[in-house]
């Protein structure tokens, strides 16, 4: 980096010194947009310094070793905003060595957006580190506002959003760096039936990724889209007729969907071959046909089991080799239940898992909706804490969702917050798109 001996303050701003900016009038984005604010006259270096001697931080901060030692321990939405700083410190943090180099080191989620039943394409946002201020009052967006339409969240993996518009087409996005990129058409496109899509992404083994589409005029076709080729592929795999192609999720570095019965579908996309797997799935046995659907989990897959009649939540990994599903948490509802009364009724249990957020096992928990309350319940010390109280009786209060009108009785679309399964995480990422 230059030393400041001599050069205008407009071309080089201080490090500590940042402002949020707004990405339109509409305040739609107020964290990943970020600007330098100038520094007064005195702050420069100008006679104050012979311009043979070079301080320690200048030796620093010209040292393209020492910068990436130190950004690779800074958190991604420091980086963001340091781009601003200087062009030598951009080109650092934006070359494509040193995002290889800093995006397998995910951090966990931090935050998550709902889609909400009052509002569709508008979503709120709920942070998950409770102790950083920043994150409570300045979420990523309420609304995606990048292109033309009413856009809306259908998946998020690792990082990047997978998103779609009412006309159909389809993004790739990075909230965090606010870049996005708009997918071709695929081959079997048809306006009047619309298609299922999966995002795969994993930047500890790529930084490239994978989109898996399966159209509904066209059970039994795949097709693969590449970020790296930038074009679609038609697989010569063949789809089971059985299979929740609105179910995908990525894990083991597959695509997986449930199939009945007994049946996971796999897509390996080292290969691209279809491989179908006979497994048991948990507790059918038992209580029969449950509600259950598969997650992600940060190296591998979980399948979560849900019986409201027998007041059961398990948390199920499946084994790598895919020979057998084994408990990977429980969930105490009668300990939920002692502390939230309210959620039971003469019709049953009503609870719906929102999220879960796998990281190490003292740090899992699971993001549960009830009649009026948001909460997380931690696997490995059972402990049971309140994210939002969106009832009615705190409407006036403001909070999170002031907006709401919750009734504190049975379970219903009416008087739920969110639809259920439209929960994304936010993870910090400098991944290209």
Known sequence: ???????????????????????????????????????NDNSTTSGCLSSSYSSPADLIGSSQDFLTEIFHRLPVISLVRFTSVSKQWYTLIKSSSFCLLRNPNLAPPSGLFFEGWDARYKYHYVPLESNNPVLINKPPFTTLGFDSGKIKILQSCNGLLLCVNDFQKHYVYNPTTSQFTTLPQHNNHNPDTGCYMTLAFDPSRSSQYKVVCNCMHKLSTIEIYSSES????????????????????????????????????????????????????????????????????????????????????????????????????????????????????????????????????????????????????????????????????????????????????????????????????????????
């Not at 739609?28 to 100038?38: A, G, S």
């Not at 009945?260 to 029969?288: A, M, Q, S």
């Not at 609870?351 to 957020?357: A, E, R």
């Open 230 to 433: 930038g074009i679609w592929k038609v697989s010569k795999e063949c789809m089971d007729d059985l299979a929740d192609i609105d179910g995908g999720v990525y894990g083991h570095n597959a695509v997986h969907w449930m199939s009945f019965p007994n049946r996971l579908v796999c897509l390996k996309l080292d290969d691209e071959l279809v491989h179908h797997v006979d497994i048991d799935t948990p507790d059918t046995t038992i209580y029969g046909i449950l509600d259950e659907f598969l997650a992600e989990s940060c190296d591998g897959m979980l399948l979560v089991v849900r019986c409201c009649r027998f007041r059961r939540l398990n948390v199920y990994e499946i084994k790598k080799d895919y020979s057998e599903w084994s408990m990977k948490y429980h969930v105490d509802l009668e300990a939920v239940i002692r502390v939230y009364p309210n959620m039971v009724s003469r019709l049953g249990v009503h609870f719906i898992v929102q999220s879960l957020v796998v990281g190490e096992d003292e740090s899992s928990f699971v993001v549960m909706e009830l009649p009026g309350k948001l909460i997380r319940y931690n696997f490995l010390e059972n402990r049971i804490s309140q994210m939002c109280d969106f009832s009615k009786k705190n409407q006036k209060k403001g909070g999170f969702f002031p907006k709401t009108i919750y009734q504190l009785s049975d379970f219903t679309p009416e008087n739920r917050r969110f639809i259920n399964g439209n929960c994304f995480h936010f993870i910090p990422s400098l991944a290209a798109v």
């Open 1 to 39: 980096m230059e030393t400041l001996i001599g050069v205008s303050p407009e071309k080089y701003m201080s490090p500590e010194k940042y402002t949020t900016a707004l990405a339109n009038d509409n305040n739609e984005r107020t964290l990943t947009f970020i600007r330098p604010t100038d520094v």
